[in-house]
């Protein structure tokens, strides 16, 4: 009998592919969820941003002296 078809082989192999397999599906969860995490912090980030220039720029925000309308 050849080596490659023996049981103990075969089960030996069979083990490290799926030890194989489960390391590179933690290391794909790890990518995607680190991927995730920075689009959500850039997107937050974008949007404070623009909130704040908006509120910069808004003509409604006056921080002028208070005019005096007793005349």
Do not use: C, F, W, Y
């Not at 192999?13 to 599906?25: S, V």
């Not at 995490?37 to 704040?52: F, K, L, R």
């Amino acid at each position: 009998m050849t080596r490659i078809n023996r049981p103990d082989t075969l089960l030996t192999e069979l083990r490290d592919i799926k030890r194989r397999l489960h390391a590179l599906e933690t290391a794909q969860r790890a990518t995607t969820t680190a991927a995730q995490s920075a689009a959500v912090h850039t997107a937050g980030q974008t949007a404070g941003q623009a909130t704040a220039a908006t509120i910069a720029e808004s003509p409604d925000t006056d921080t002028s002296a208070p005019e005096d309308e007793s005349s």
